[in-house]
């Protein structure tokens, strides 16, 4: 908690917030303001080992009142984890499950009642039931029935699922290729859609690590068709030695910029823009100094950077 509210200060006193616009029509400078600064709101995708599960038991619902907290502190969009096995429990082409999905538009109301993106990421790593996706159909299918009662809510973001990994790269571009269909098939055109990488859609390995195809993410993630041209390529970062986030201890105080470089160069040279959906550090100096200088290398590299999620 007291490394999050050094983040506060740093997104006020660095003027990185911009009022949500077009990053497409963004100035291209030296620093440029962001138009996403986020958080990431667990709790509804707790209890995977126990799928649907019950709520108050094995998962919860954000409070309210923490997003009106960050909301006041110049936060603006919320990450909102969700699990497909909740919103549709019995198939993943079947019905909605009414209570879950109430839980979510509640949040996603209130999200965005407050001129505030509400981000709903499926927290399911490529699975369903545990079981790799593997039908595009399905889950194009899925992403149609999901986007519907969202089509006329703008501030709502697609992400299309969490952190793919040890699959084939192609078989990963090909089911975000599917969302975005069946995104836009149910009438949600105005929306920013956000596509994961495999390999935990990492930062630092999208143009090295491959997929169970020896193809990495640079090689298969560069040729999606969107009719509304809303694409946001979402990667995750994070700062211990081997990028998972689970130790306390940061490689350097200059980490986070130095593992940025290679992804922010296949953004621009692809002409992509991306969002960091992930990042964290523990409470020790070196850790703060590696977001700080992560987090000041994407507000200076604005013309590929929409953003950032804690």
């Not at 169970?212 to 993630?221: F, I, R, V």
Request: hydrophobic share 35%; charged share 20%.
């Amino acid at each position: 908690m007291q490394f999050a509210v050094q983040l506060i200060t740093f997104v006020l006193s660095s003027g990185a917030l911009a009022a949500p616009h077009n990053f497409n029509k963004r100035a291209s400078n030296d620093e440029t303001k962001l138009q996403f600064i986020g958080i990431n709101e667990s709790g509804p995708e707790f209890g995977e080992a126990n799928l649907p599960g019950t709520y108050g038991t094995d998962y919860i619902w954000p409070n309210l009142t923490s997003i009106d907290t960050f909301i006041s502190k110049g936060f603006n969009t919320f990450r909102v984890n969700t699990r497909m096995e909740r919103m549709v429990p019995d198939d993943m082409t079947g019905a909605l499950d009414e209570a879950y999905m109430g839980n979510l538009t509640e949040t996603v109301n209130y999200i965005t009642s407050k001129k505030a993106y509400a981000m709903i990421v499926p927290h399911n790593y490529g699975r369903y039931y545990n079981s790799i996706i593997e039908s595009a159909s399905d889950f194009k299918t899925f992403w149609t029935t999901i986007a519907t009662p969202y089509a006329n809510n703008s501030l709502v973001i697609f992400d299309t699922n969490n952190e793919y990994h040890d699959m084939a790269g192609s078989l990963v571009a090909e089911l975000n290729q599917a969302a975005i269909d069946g995104i836009r098939a149910a009438g949600a055109t105005s929306q920013y859609i956000t596509v994961e990488g495999n390999a935990y859609t990492g930062a630092w390995t999208w143009t090295t690590t491959t997929g169970t195809d020896g193809k990495t993410n640079a090689e298969t993630m560069g040729d999606f068709t969107d009719p509304s041209d809303k694409i946001i390529y979402q990667m995750h970062q994070y700062l211990d030695s081997d990028g998972s986030g689970t130790s306390e201890t940061c490689v350097s105080a200059t980490i986070g910029s130095e593992r940025l470089e290679l992804a922010t160069s296949w953004l621009r040279e692809n002409g992509k823009t991306g969002l960091l959906g992930e990042f964290a550090g523990a409470v020790n100096e070196v850790c703060e100094s590696a977001v700080r200088d992560m987090l000041q290398y994407i507000s200076e590299n604005g013309d590929v950077w929409s953003g950032y999620a804690w």
